[in-house]
C-alpha cells in the first residue's frame, strides 16, 4: 500500500486487516518506497496512490514496477473526481483503479480478482472515470482500427466489467474463445492489459460516456 496521506492509510489499514487470506505489508509513502519495497517482498498486489509529493509519482513508480516485473499487478487509488493521472497510471501498467472510498467488499473483492491476474471484472466504472478525467484525444491517433462486429461487442462488454466467463454465457461461447478475442483486441488497439484496451475504446470512440 503506497500513499502520502496518513488518513488514507489509516482507513485502508483498517477496512484491510484481518480480511482472511490477505496479509499487509508496511505501508509506504512516497514512490521511491514502494519500488524499493516492491523488490524486497514482491507482493501479489499493489494499492499505489497517483500523486504524491515529493519526489516521483505513483505513475512513475507503477512504471518502474513493471519494467522490474511485467507480472506486477498494480491497483491505482483515485479519488471521486479523477484527474488526467488515471490514463497516466494505466498507460503505466496498472491493472485498474478504485476510488479511495470504495465500499470494504469492492475494494478486497478487486484485491483478490487482481491477485488471480488480468480480468475484466477489474474495470466496472473504469471507463466513466476516463471520461471524467478528460483525458481522451481521439485526434492523437492517426488511424482507427478496424473491429469485426464481434470484436467490437467484445470490447464494449469488457468495457462494463463483465468478467470472461460472464461474457462467454452472454455470447454463447467458451471462456477461452472470449479470451481469444481479448487478446486480438490488445494487440489490434496496441494494448498491454485491459485496462489499457479501456482507454483505447474510450480513444477511439468505440465506447460512449
Known amino acids: 500500500m503506497v500513499d502520502d496521506d496518513r488518513w488514507t492509510i489509516r482507513g485502508l489499514t483498517a477496512v484491510l486487516s484481518g480480511t482472511p487470506g490477505l496479509e499487509l505489508l508496511e505501508p509506504v509513502s512516497s514512490g521511491e518506497e514502494a519500488i524499493r519495497a516492491y523488490r524486497a517482498f514482491r507482493p501479489d498486489v499493489v494499492l499505489m496512490d497517483i500523486n504524491m ?9 507503477t512504471a ?10 498494480v491497483i491505482a487509488l483515485t479519488t471521486i473526481a479523477p484527474g488526467p493521472g488515471l490514463v497516466r497510471v494505466l498507460e503505466a501498467g496498472a491493472l485498474a483503479a478504485v476510488d479511495k472510498d470504495a465500499s470494504s467488499y469492492a475494494l478486497i473483492e478487486m484485491i483478490r480478482i487482481a491477485a488471480a491476474g488480468d480480468d475484466p471484472a477489474l ?14 484525444d481521439a485526434s ?32 454463447s461461447v467458451s471462456p477461452a474463445t472470449v479470451k481469444d478475442h481479448a487478446r486480438h483486441l490488445r494487440e489490434k488497439l ?6 489499457q484496451l479501456v482507454v483505447k475504446a474510450v480513444e477511439y470512440r468505440f465506447i460512449s460516456s
Not at 64 to 73: E, G, M, S
Request: with cysteine; aromatic share 2%.
Open 53 to 61: 509529493s515529493p519526489g516521483i509519482s505513483g505513475i512513475e513508480a
Open 64 to 73: 518502474a514496477i513493471l519494467r522490474d516485473d511485467p507480472d506486477a499487478r
Open 140 to 171: 492523437v491517433q492517426t488511424a482507427v482500427p478496424r473491429l469485426t462486429a464481434v470484436e467490437l461487442e467484445t470490447l464494449q462488454l469488457i468495457c462494463k466489467g463483465r468478467s470472461y466467463d460472464e461474457i462467454a454465457e452472454s455470447r
Open 123 to 136: 474495470l466496472g466504472g473504469l471507463a466513466a472515470d476516463v471520461f471524467i478525467s478528460g483525458n481522451q
Open 190 to 195: 496496441d494494448a498491454a492489459n485491459l485496462a
